[in-house]
């Protein structure tokens, strides 16, 4: 069982940066997908940002484009989301994700993952 562990969040004023990190507890999934999901209160999980393990192919939701960048180091078994220029909006528990296999469905498809940090939580405040 691969065991995720969240770490970086936080508050900050909107505007600012925050950087999350996902710890791994083994590599077995290093060639499949990982992605940061964040979920807001009274709002459905939503895909921020995956990364393909083979490929390093990225792809982002819209509203973070441009703002955030999501990374990995296969030899520390990390994942990261750099987070910058922050907005109020952005608030949530922030969830890293990894798949065991590589399923034909969309990233930001949360059946397409097997294994789920316990989330950091990000405030931006105004």
């Known amino acids: 069982q691969v065991q995720l562990v969240e770490s970086g969040g936080g508050s900050v004023q909107a505007g600012g940066s925050l950087r999350l990190s996902c710890a791994a507890s083994e590599n077995t999934y290093t060639g499949r997908r990982m992605a940061w999901f964040r979920q807001a209160p009274g709002r459905d999980r939503e895909g921020v940002a995956v990364i393909d393990g083979t490929t390093g192919n990225t792809a982002y939701a819209t509203s973070v484009k441009d703002r955030f960048t999501i990374s990995r180091d296969n030899a520390k078994n990390t994942l990261y989301l750099q987070m910058n220029s922050l907005k109020p909006e952005d608030t949530a528990m922030y969830y890293c994700?990894?798949?065991?296999?590589?399923?034909?469905?969309?990233?930001?498809?949360?059946?397409?993952?097997?294994?789920w940090g316990q989330g950091t939580r990000v405030t931006v405040s105004s």
């Open positions: 994700a990894a798949a065991a296999r590589f399923r034909p469905i969309s990233w930001v498809d949360s059946k397409a993952y097997d294994y």
